[in-house]
């Protein structure tokens, strides 16, 4: 067997963006990653009855075998599971890097983390690595609140009922905080995520929104606020970089990504997938025989 190796996702390389190191917003991203087929028209799978559109990301999905550009294949230990591994090509690297590349919490900050998924838990793993001190996770469902206070968020919050904005300056004596994550993309979770920061601090949507979807904004209040608001894509990340560097901290035990997967035999890939709708599965990681 050749090297271990986890794929991120697919960017053309040459682009003005990717060139500067930030390959999540490449000029071509829809084309290369959502296109179907190659960015030449070509498939790289095929049956008898001819071309299969299978191309998502780059790399297809839910297959054993892939055929795939070589910039996407990141060299990984050959000491941990391939299963573990595998959700650090994109929801993992997305938190990990937007706390890591973007936000870049100093030790005692403070952060609110809207929505404990995937990404969202794997951005609390990364503000414990930062030193946050208040780490406050937001969410309609019990099950991931449970699951971001095992993980060692200080705080869990019922998104469903109370206003979230209200609780969070509660708990930081009415400062609110000096980042915030929006990882659901919905225009009411982005604003609450704005108003729930502090003077000058720093939010970052990650979340994915409908196409089409507006925000309406105090402008006078976050002008004088002077808060930020970074727009990111994959966590700002080069996979090439980031996915070894969180593969180390995962061999140390610092970043403790076993606890975010459950797994699931491929035929039972309908539960997996109705298990993270329900909120059961944070992250479902599919098992080929």
């Known amino acids: 067997m050749g090297d271990h190796v986890v794929l991120g996702f697919n960017y053309c390389q040459h682009c003005e963006t ?8 490449c000029i071509h991203t829809a084309q290369y990653n959502f296109g179907a087929l190659r960015p030449d028209g070509s498939s790289p799978l095929s049956d008898g009855h001819g071309a299969i559109a299978g191309s998502f990301f780059g790399q297809s999905s839910f297959a054993t075998h892939t055929n795939v550009s070589e910039h996407l294949a990141v060299k990984v230990p050959k000491d941990l599971a391939l299963d573990v591994l595998a959700p650090l090509g994109c929801g993992v690297m997305t938190g990990v890097g ?13 952060i609110a983390i809207f929505g404990a998924g995937g990404v969202g838990l794997s951005a609390l793993l990364a503000a414990r690595l930062s030193g946050c001190s208040a780490m406050i996770l937001i969410d309609v469902l019990k099950s991931r609140l449970a699951k971001s206070l095992a993980l060692g968020a200080s705080h869990a919050v019922d998104g469903s009922g109370a206003n979230a904005v209200e609780l969070i300056r509660e708990i930081t004596q009415g400062r609110g905080v000096d980042f915030a994550i929006d990882a659901v993309g919905k225009p009411e979770v982005f604003r609450a995520m704005l108003d729930s920061l502090t003077v000058r601090g720093h939010g970052a949507l990650v979340g994915a929104p409908i196409p089409g979807q507006e925000v309406s904004l105090d402008l ?6 002077g808060r930020r608001v ?6 700002d990340a080069h996979p090439q970089l980031l996915i070894p560097q969180m593969a ?24 997996a997938l109705a298990d993270s709708l329900s909120g059961d599965a944070v992250k479902p990681v599919l098992i080929f025989p």
């Open 220 to 225: 006078s209040q976050s002008l004088g606020a």
């Open 248 to 271: 180390a901290l995962m061999s140390s035990g610092a970043l403790p990504v076993d606890k975010l997967i459950t797994r699931y035999p491929f035929g039972e890939i309908n539960r």
């Open 98 to 110: 937007t706390v890591f590349n973007v936000l870049r919490p100093k030790p005692g900050s403070t």
């Open 230 to 235: 970074s727009m990111v894509l994959e966590g």
């Open 18 to 25: 990717c060139l500067a190191g930030f390959p999540g917003n």
